[in-house]
């Protein structure tokens, strides 16, 4: 009998959807203190993830979800960058 893979899933921060983790981009906070978006998501240091579009990111920080899930305050500058490494 042929076992079945477990396909990794994570919640999104901003619509609290669970989906495969490939389908999710990856915010992390480095050991330095940097957030940043992580397209590799293999970065060390505390990962976030949220679907790729800028709706979810917006939820996110209208209701600080990422901020708690990174647990660090976030200037707007940091999300202003965040949006556009999302959009790409």
């Given amino acids: 009998m042929v076992k079945k893979r ?16 490939k389908e999710l981009k ?12 992580d ?17 979810c990111l917006n939820q996110a920080i209208k209701g600080k979800r990422l901020q708690k899930a990174l647990e660090v305050q976030i200037p707007n500058e940091v999300f202003e960058q965040l949006k556009n ?3 790409k």
């Avoid at 293999?42 to 709706?55: D, F, V």
């Fill in 85 to 87: 490494d999302i959009a």
């Fill in 39 to 55: 397209p590799t998501g293999k970065r060390s240091g505390r990962g976030a993830y949220i679907c790729p579009n800028e709706e």
């Fill in 6 to 21: 477990k396909i990794p899933q994570r919640m999104c921060v901003g619509c609290k959807d669970m989906k495969i983790k």
């Fill in 26 to 37: 990856r915010i992390v906070r480095t050991p330095e203190g940097l957030i940043a978006f």
